[in-house]
């Protein structure tokens, strides 16, 4: 069955700082992954999906993540946060009907 | 741009009642799924439906059930209301993104969630 873990429940980041979310999956092919954002009292927002080709992918508001194949992971990046981006952060992977499978987030605090 | 529409935003049961939260999307899409979530616990797919008069049991089904008559709607389903099923309700609705493959593998898009107390 394919899992997600995100290690980190908060993580706490001044503003202009930059950023890296961490996120491991366990799937048995190559998946499809993706980051999700959500902000308090509102429903999950698409930042970046990863289906094949370059590694490096590019999303909204500024984000990017790399796919390691070889550590099974898809960490998330930005250079600079700003305090607008203080929201729930979700690491995701599916490729079957049954939707997608989510890890448990990670809240991202900014520190003015 | 409706997107996928949830109602109600939120809503109180008392243990034992029933109540069906409603779900309707307008991008024609075929695979459309209910997810829980709980502090701490990120999102529980609860049922999911590949299209019209065909639904499946996701990880948590327990005390809920879907319906699927129309490419549009899929309400859920609460009978018997429990504190246990105290949550953030999020309905979804995705397209194929390779048809070779058997499943969706496009993003989800959400409605903006349901919240549930039982009381």
């Known amino acids: 069955a394919q899992s997600v873990t995100q290690p980190d429940i908060h993580i706490t980041v001044s503003e202009g700082a930059s950023l890296e979310l961490r996120c491991n999956y366990s799937y048995g092919a190559t998946p499809y992954l993706f980051w999700y954002v959500q902000s308090p009292g509102q429903g999950l927002q698409l930042l970046l999906k990863y289906f094949s080709g370059d590694t490096l992918v590019q999303g909204i508001k500024g984000f990017e993540a790399e796919f390691k194949r070889s550590q099974s992971s898809f960490n998330l990046r930005k250079p600079s946060v700003h305090w607008s981006d203080a929201a729930e952060y979700f690491c995701a992977v599916g490729v079957r009907a049954d939707g997608l499978t989510f890890g448990k987030g990670t809240h991202l605090i900014i520190q003015p | 741009n409706a997107g996928v529409t949830q109602t109600p935003k939120f809503r109180i049961l008392k243990i034992g009642q029933s109540m069906t939260l409603q779900c309707t999307q307008d991008?024609?899409?075929?695979?459309m799924y209910w997810y829980r979530q709980d502090p701490g616990m990120g999102l529980k797919l609860i049922y999911y439906s590949v299209g019209a008069g065909i639904t499946d049991k996701g990880e948590v089904p327990n005390g809920y059930n879907v319906s699927r008559s129309t490419t549009e709607d899929f309400p859920l389903r609460l009978e018997l209301a429990a504190p246990s099923q105290t949550s953030v309700y999020f309905c979804a609705s995705s397209s194929p993104f390779n048809l070779e493959l058997s499943g969706p593998t496009g993003e989800l898009f959400f409605g903006e969630g349901s919240r549930l107390t039982v009381l």
């Open positions: 991008m024609n899409h075929n695979y």
